[in-house]
């Protein structure tokens, strides 16, 4: 693996754009089927979403050079109230109709429910494609722990597409274990991803 300096912090209101890249990057086919190839349109509806939201409480990012490289974007019971809950309208108001639809779609296909109290959820977590195999995704999912701890959870979950196979060896690698797996009419249609993978992680 080779050696690449990087740190893990908070994410700020500042770190909109840097987070929109990373997770277009990410999720590059899922934003395909909304976007195209309008890649830059999909990174300012995300940013615009992200200047939306209240507070970022629950993001990290990983800095390499100044720049976000990576990101983790995890959520509570608790925290549901306060973050996500951008009403269609404001997108609207901010975006337009027929884009601020896809930016409430997208927001909607990201966010699954925390599936027990006990908790604490990875909303998603994305590195840049030219930064993987480095570490930081690893380094993402400690923070992600340390996080879970701070708010008393006893577990950290997730849901991954049952074909990703990288991501879900990489949790397994990690003490995540395998829950149950959903099958998902809607994300079928929409990305082609059938089943998804809920998995959890008990934390000492
Ligand atoms: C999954 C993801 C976040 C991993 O981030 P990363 O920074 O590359 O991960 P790391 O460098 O910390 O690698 C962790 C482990 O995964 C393995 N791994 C990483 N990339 C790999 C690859 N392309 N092929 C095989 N194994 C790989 C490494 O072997 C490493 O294990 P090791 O430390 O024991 O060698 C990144 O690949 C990504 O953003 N993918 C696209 C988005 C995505 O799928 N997110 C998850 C959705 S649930």
Known sequence: MNKIKFIIREANKSDTEGIAKVVVDAFAEKF??????????????????????DFLEGIFVAEVDNEVAGTINLETKEMKGARGNIPLSLFIKNLGISEGIKASLIKFFMLHESFDSDSCYIVYIGVSSEARGKG???ALLQRGEDFAREKGRRYLSLAVASNNDIAHRLYQKVGFKDIKSNKNILTKLIFGIGTWIYMKKELS
Do not use: P, Q
């Open 32 to 53: 395909r089927v909304f976007f195209g190839r309008r890649k830059e349109r999909a990174e300012e509806i995300i940013a615009k979403s992200l200047s939306l939201e």
């Open 136 to 138: 930081i995704g690893k």
